[in-house]
């Protein structure tokens, strides 16, 4: 049993990374290989059973910085797990000196370093460290993983992703689970009380990445000239009860439903007509792919990698432009268009999860018997 230790901040089901290990996770085949995972945050909603109901094990420390309290509580996990993990999968990119240390010392006998983004922080201060810190990091791995070209180049540099060193890992998702259903559409517009409006949704946490002020100022163009139109908003964060208040300064509080942090986004997915993704930067937006994969038209900024377009049903926009332009484009989709079976096209991208998480699989042996 070849066992590959996680390193996250967090096992939140708001977490984008989380979501992208365990589609992996459920898919792997779990008697030759299975996942740990050690994190510092502590949050409700997390995968932690579902991750013990799959066989893997999870490990909560002190969260990194430069105490000794947290060095110590991170040694001595490593300590108390020596030689139990030969791979060390790393999403935290920034700290790949620590873990490089610590845990070659007590056994890992390969890391790998993992790009989920094209951009070290939302925050300026928070990415002139990560920057810092991830300098020493092509000395501290052995191994290159990346979401997208762009979220490879970003991190790593197009030199390694032309001499073929950076394996690409997509962000694969079940595409059984989310081919279109016109029953679960009907039945989910109906317990939110949707009749014949135009349902605008958007999946993200709130936080700065996500953009969910320009979102706002773009539904608001569009209620202008479609007054039986709605925005879904499914997510948590931080700026959630900022965004809420802007919600009311443009008097669009009966139109605007937060639904929080939700297990059914597939079906939110089908109960739409358009979804949009106006983020300031992105490594890839797996919810994209899932969006597509429901037959949804989709409207994304242009900063999001070009990987994401798995079917003609996405529209690239910049985000120079004004939310009326992006409110135009918007207008053009129909609630009552007719929507298309996209899974061989998710498929032959190479996003169906069970066929990318057997390539995976291969990786990982590949690495243990090196």
């Not at 002139?128 to 000395?139: D, G, M, S, T, Y």
């Not at 690409?168 to 989910?188: G, L, P, Q």
Request: hydrophobic share 40%.
């Amino acid at each position: 049993m070849l066992k590959v230790l996680h390193v996250v901040s967090t096992l939140s089901r708001s977490s984008g990374v989380m979501s992208f290990i365990m589609s992996y996770y459920r898919n792997i085949n779990r008697s030759s290989i299975q996942f740990d995972f050690l994190y510092w945050v502590d949050s409700n909603g997390t995968y932690a059973e579902e991750i013990e109901e799959l066989g893997g094990r999870v490990y909560f420390v002190k969260k990194p910085g430069f105490s000794k309290n947290s060095f110590f509580s991170i040694l001595s996990f490593f300590k108390d797990n020596s030689d139990k993990y030969k791979i060390l999968h790393l999403h935290e990119v920034y700290l790949n000196s620590l873990f490089s240390i610590l845990g070659r010392k007590y056994g890992v006998r390969h890391i790998i370093s993992h790009s989920h983004t094209t951009k070290y922080s939302d925050k300026k201060i928070n990415a002139i460290r990560n920057r810092i810190l991830c300098l020493p990091l092509k000395k501290n791995v052995d191994a290159y993983f990346a979401c997208s070209q762009a979220a490879g180049n970003f991190l790593y540099g197009k030199r390694l992703m032309k001499q073929g060193k950076i394996k690409i890992i997509n962000n694969a998702v079940d595409s059984k689970k989310f081919e279109f259903n016109e029953k679960i559409r009907t039945k989910v517009r109906n317990n939110l009380k949707l009749d014949k409006e135009l349902v605008i949704g958007h999946v993200g946490r709130f936080n700065k990445q996500k953009n969910h002020e320009f979102l706002i100022e773009i539904f608001s163009e569009v209620f202008k000239k479609n007054k039986n139109s709605i925005l879904l908003l499914i997510g948590m964060g931080p700026l959630e009860e900022e965004i809420k208040e802007k919600v009311k300064l443009y008097s669009l509080s009966d139109q605007v439903l937060f639904l929080g942090q939700r297990e059914d986004v597939r079906d939110l997915l089908h109960a739409m007509d358009v979804f949009v993704l106006p983020s300031i930067f992105e490594g890839l937006g797996i919810v994209l792919i899932e969006a597509q994969m429901t037959g949804l038209q989709c409207y994304t900024s242009d900063i999001v990698p070009i990987e994401a377009k798995v079917t003609e049903n996405i529209s690239y926009l910049s985000l120079k432009s004004a939310a009326s332009v992006w409110a135009e484009r918007i207008l053009e989709t129909k609630n009552d268009s007719v929507r298309t079976n996209e899974t061989n096209k998710i498929r032959n991208a190479g996003f169906d999860i069970r066929i990318e998480a057997k390539k995976l699989e291969s990786y990982y042996l590949k690495m243990k018997n090196l």
